[in-house]
């Protein structure tokens, strides 16, 4: 029972293999399927095409690396769990807090870089759960189409090829059948002449009779057999439509899964501005040059506490070095800064303090009165600087008086 299945299943494809021949050659007919079906498929082949490209290039965004990617891919078709590996955010998060280490916290820059590497790792974090996102939701949907519907599609595809071949077999079959019959009406029609040429063209004309009639069927028998083959085609055929007019359903499926990897996407975007806008808002707040050895802790009540109007108001924190004013100090005179004649002082009850400039041994910095230092901008703005250094002489003078 094998063999003879074996047999009759080599003799089909023989079969096939030269009715698809003849077709190729042009040298048989051929069955030309429905429009409507025809369309079907040429749309659900434009969409495995570009589903595929879909997916290729989507596994280049989420991991640029070749390597990666086959290595992924061999995990993948081994059934085996692929190892972690570290996103580029993340191993530059880590190179830049290692620098920032190395270099010193206690510094500016040190500090801009660890606190910058958190938030690179911060930002390959939110990448990974993207990817993963993206592979759940988007990139498995496509695959199941790929590979799963696609591959019932072309198994119904390829037995409707089969039908039709043993449709256009079965068509052959009955055409030969009508020419050997032809054939043997018109030997016998035909009487048999006496000359010599006449006979031996009738010997031919009978074994061609013959031939035909060993390899060609009688007419009911393959009549019966192609009623059987369309039969079989139509079903095939029908069977085959309802997989293709599935793709309505697909793209429904597709349009879901788009519309949740473009959430997915501006998810992952926001996420990466919000921590890019805090990473600007933490090194606006820190200087690029301080004022004091201990900054640091200055830096931190800065990120910790309100920020101040400017930056005298953050550093004043320091002003208990510095060497405090007297209370009770004398009125300076009034003067021109013009003429240098001295008018009449102020008259005030209050106690006015006076500029003053303190020196200290551990910053080196110098702190000032706020409508000193906006006398003083105005003052350079204004005057040439010959002038300037005359009020500057003329100012110590008048110093060096009220402290005498």
């Given amino acids: 029972m094998e063999l003879t299945r074996l047999a009759v299943d080599a003799g089909q494809f023989i079969n096939r293999a030269v009715q698809y021949t003849g077709e190729s050659l042009g040298q048989a007919g051929k069955t030309e399927l429905d429009p409507g079906l025809e369309e079907l498929l040429a749309r659900v082949d434009a969409t495995k095409t570009w589903t595929d490209l879909i997916i290729s290039q989507i596994e280049v965004l989420l991991q640029p690396s070749l390597g990666a990617r086959l290595e992924d891919r061999l995990y993948e078709h081994l059934e085996w769990s692929a190892p972690p590996r570290p996103r580029a955010h993340e191993l530059l998060g880590d190179q830049m807090t ?13 500090t801009a870089l660890i606190r910058c590497g958190e938030t690179q790792k911060q930002l390959g974090e939110a990448e990974r759960k993207f990817a993963e996102c993206t592979n759940i939701h988007f990139l498995a949907p496509l695959k ?25 077999i079965a068509k052959t079959r009955l055409r030969k059948a009508h020419e050997a019959d032809r054939e043997a009406r018109n030997l016998n029609a035909n009487p048999l002449e006496d000359d010599y040429l006449s006979q031996v063209s009738y010997m031919f004309s009978f074994l061609h009779v013959k ?34 007019e599935g793709i309505g359903s697909t793209y429904t499926n ?31 707040r820190i200087p690029a040059v301080f004022c004091s050895n201990n900054w640091q802790s200055a830096v931190n009540n800065e990120l910790d506490g309100p920020s101040t109007s400017s930056h005298v108001a953050g550093v004043s924190v320091r002003l208990d070095q510095v060497t405090s004013v007297p209370e009770a100090v004398r009125q300076l005179p009034d003067f021109d800064q013009e003429s240098w004649t001295v008018t009449a002082p102020l ?12 020196n200290n041994n551990n910053n080196n910095n110098t702190f000032c009165t706020p409508g000193q230092a906006t006398g003083h901008q105005s003052a350079v703005k204004s005057q040439p600087v010959q002038s300037q250094m005359r009020l ?12 005498s």
């Avoid at 926001?270 to 806008?277: I, M, N, V």
Wanted: hydrophobic fraction near 35%; include cysteine.
């Fill in 254 to 284: 597709h349009m879901r899964s788009l519309t949740d990897f473009v959430d997915g996407q501006a998810s992952f975007f926001a996420q990466c501005s919000q921590h890019a806008q805090e990473l600007q808002r933490q090194l606006a």
């Fill in 392 to 403: 500057s002489r003329q100012i110590r003078e008048l110093l060096k008086l009220l402290t």
């Fill in 211 to 244: 031939w035909l009639k060993i390899w060609a069927q009688e007419i009911s028998q393959a009549e019966m057999e192609l009623r059987i083959c369309q039969s079989l085609f139509d079903r095939q055929s029908e069977i085959t439509r309802r997989a293709l």
């Fill in 144 to 168: 199941s189409f790929t590979e799963g519907e696609y591959r019932v599609i072309q198994y119904e595809r390829k037995m409707l090829v089969n039908k039709r071949l043993d449709l256009d």
């Fill in 347 to 358: 008259n005030t009850s209050s106690t006015a303090l006076l500029p003053y400039h303190t």
């Fill in 98 to 110: 290692q620098a920032g280490l190395e270099i010193g916290s206690n510094t500016p820059y040190g």
